[in-house]
């Protein structure tokens, strides 16, 4: 058990590890943001092919297919490989080598701005990671009886910046400490210093502009006994469909991983999230973050077989997007997945207040993307955004876990040899 006296000598470098980590996520979001403003916006109105309801459908295959191939390059060709193929490891994996870093940013920069389905959890926590261990290399940062301090408070500072909060990383590392079966001790003392960088991380981000997760739908302010049964129903329905995807997934996975060059593989996959994006609309594209608060808003003005319609698409490019070695993460996608089949449910039955279904979606998708019930209990109840929610989602839960721990998980187990997935790094 640490001392006071130690824990207070480490507070300075967890709020340090936290704003790190807060100001590497806003740098490389930054940068996205550009690019994806010069590629989506400024280049079409310069070049005049931009129409009234945005890009012809010949730009977003291009964009999507050219993004492929730079990720692609940048994986064949930048030291380290751009690290971990995402789809393999879960959100806290063991520290890559410092000299993969660049490789995995710009990676990273390049799916973000070009529209593929992923968001940016897994890489720029696998980052941070890196540059914590580098920095608490040194002496008077380290941390005195703790080697895995690195990894638990960057992953905190982190989980904290991208959801604004530091509940979301207390929740991850309560289950990472079940997980390994953490020494005896309050578990408290262990969590101590990652909550000060989670909220150090989630500070930043706030003082800086944190996005916001909610959606602009109608309070839950009049429960019905009806609640109960549509609740785990939209649930697991939005679990099922996940779920289909993640059978896919490692077939998927092993045919384009077939293929010598990445560059050729992420190409291919490029164009088939093109193929996709013109299939389902814009709203399709991307992480889902500002997507899915559009979706939320046009919702009235759609037919539930056309929401539908936008999820099963987004699972379709999720798949793809993972399978073909794109890096980013399987959360952001989930919640709008399960933001549209909220919306597509209570478009098809009314009586469904749309704070229950879209909850019951996030919290479906998300377990069945993350297989982590706390995270998707905390994405469901912050989307919605009205606490009055938890206890039902909490009850909706129970048989949605017992269904979800049977599916596969959409994760697919790295090479025996530890090699590099394409033949061409081997």
């Given at each position: 058990?640490?001392?006071?006296?130690?824990?207070?000598?480490?507070?300075?470098?967890?709020?340090?590890?936290?704003?790190?980590?807060?100001?590497?996520?806003?740098?490389?979001?930054?940068?996205?943001?550009?690019?994806?403003?010069?590629?989506?916006?400024?280049?079409?109105?310069?070049?005049?092919?931009?129409?009234?309801?945005?890009?012809?459908?010949?730009?977003?295959?291009?964009?999507?297919?050219?993004?492929?191939?730079?990720?692609?390059?940048?994986?064949?060709?930048?030291?380290?490989?751009?690290?971990?193929?995402?789809?393999?490891?879960?959100?806290?994996?063991?520290?890559?080598?410092?000299?993969?870093?660049?490789?995995?940013?710009?990676?990273?920069?390049?799916?973000?701005?070009?529209?593929?389905?992923?968001?940016?959890?897994?890489?720029?926590?696998?980052?941070n990671v890196a540059l914590a261990v580098w920095i608490m290399a040194r002496p008077r940062a380290a941390i005195p009886g703790s080697p895995a301090a690195p990894v638990l408070l960057a992953t905190?500072?982190?989980?904290?910046?991208?959801?604004?909060?530091?509940?979301?990383?207390?929740?991850?590392?309560?289950?990472?400490?079940?997980?390994?079966?953490?020494?005896?001790?309050?578990?408290?003392?262990?969590?101590?210093?990652?909550?000060?960088?989670?909220?150090?991380?989630?500070?930043?981000?706030?003082?800086?502009?944190?996005?916001?997760?909610?959606?602009?739908?109608?309070?839950?302010?009049?429960?019905?006994?009806?609640?109960?049964?549509?609740?785990?129903?939209?649930?697991?329905?939005?679990?099922?469909?996940?779920?289909?995807?993640?059978?896919?997934?490692?077939?998927?996975?092993?045919?384009?991983?077939?293929?010598?060059?990445?560059?050729?593989?992420?190409?291919?996959?490029?164009?088939?999230?093109?193929?996709?994006?013109?299939?389902?609309?814009?709203?399709?594209?991307?992480?889902?973050?500002?997507?899915?608060?559009?979706?939320?808003?046009?919702?009235?003005?759609?037919?539930?077989?056309?929401?539908?319609?936008?999820?099963?698409?987004?699972?379709?490019?999720?798949?793809?997007?993972?399978?073909?070695?794109?890096?980013?993460?399987?959360?952001?996608?989930?919640?709008?997945?399960?933001?549209?089949?909220?919306?597509?449910?209570?478009?098809?039955?009314?009586?469904?207040?749309?704070?229950?279904?879209?909850?019951?979606?996030?919290?479906?998708?998300?377990?069945?993307?993350?297989?982590?019930?706390?995270?998707?209990?905390?994405?469901?109840?912050?989307?919605?955004?009205?606490?009055?929610?938890?206890?039902?989602?909490?009850?909706?839960?129970?048989?949605?876990?017992?269904?979800?721990?049977?599916?596969?998980?959409?994760?697919?187990?790295?090479?025996?040899?530890?090699?590099?997935?394409?033949?061409?790094?081997?």
């Amino acid at each position: 058990m640490p001392t006071t006296r130690a824990l207070l000598r480490s507070v300075p470098v967890a709020l340090l590890v936290g704003v790190l980590c807060a100001l590497t996520l806003v740098g490389i979001s930054t940068l996205a943001e550009s690019v994806q403003d010069a590629v989506w916006t400024t280049l079409p109105e310069a070049w005049d092919v931009m129409g009234p309801d945005g890009v012809p459908w010949w730009w977003t295959i291009a964009v999507l297919t050219v993004t492929g191939l730079l990720v692609g390059a940048t994986v064949r060709w930048f030291p380290g490989h751009a690290g971990s193929d995402p789809i393999t490891t879960g959100l806290v994996a063991p520290p890559l080598p410092v000299r993969a870093l660049p490789g995995l940013a710009v990676a990273l920069a390049l799916g973000l701005a070009g529209g593929v389905s992923l968001g940016p959890e897994n890489p720029i926590i696998a980052l941070n990671v890196a540059l914590a261990v580098w920095i608490m290399a040194r002496p008077r940062a380290a941390i005195p009886g703790s080697p895995a301090a690195p990894v638990l408070l960057a992953t905190a500072g982190t989980v904290g910046a991208l959801f604004a909060t530091p509940v979301a990383a207390v929740l991850i590392l309560t289950e990472t400490f079940a997980e390994r079966g953490a020494s005896a001790g309050r578990l408290f003392d262990r969590l101590f210093l990652p909550l000060v960088a989670a909220g150090a991380g989630s500070v930043t981000m706030l003082l800086i502009g944190a996005p916001s997760f909610a959606v602009d739908i109608a309070p839950y302010s009049d429960p019905q006994a009806w609640d109960l049964l549509s609740a785990p129903i939209v649930a697991v329905v939005a679990a099922l469909l996940v779920a289909l995807g993640a059978y896919l997934l490692p077939v998927l996975h092993h045919g384009l991983h077939r293929i010598p060059s990445p560059v050729v593989a992420l190409g291919l996959g490029g164009f088939v999230l093109g193929l996709l994006g013109v299939l389902g609309g814009p709203e399709t594209l991307f992480k889902g973050l500002t997507q899915m608060e559009e979706l939320a808003q046009t919702a009235d003005d759609r037919t539930w077989q056309g929401l539908a319609l936008v999820a099963v698409v987004k699972i379709g490019a999720l798949v793809v997007a993972a399978a073909a070695g794109f890096r980013g993460g399987r959360i952001f996608p989930a919640v709008f997945i399960g933001v549209a089949l909220g919306l597509a449910a209570t478009a098809l039955f009314p009586a469904v207040p749309p704070a229950v279904a879209v909850g019951a979606g996030v919290l479906g998708a998300v377990i069945a993307a993350d297989r982590d019930g706390w995270i998707a209990l905390f994405m469901a109840a912050i989307v919605v955004g009205d606490p009055t929610i938890v206890p039902l989602l909490c009850l909706a839960l129970a048989p949605l876990w017992l269904l979800a721990r049977n599916l596969p998980e959409m994760i697919v187990a790295p090479p025996a040899d530890g090699r590099p997935e394409f033949a061409a790094l081997r």
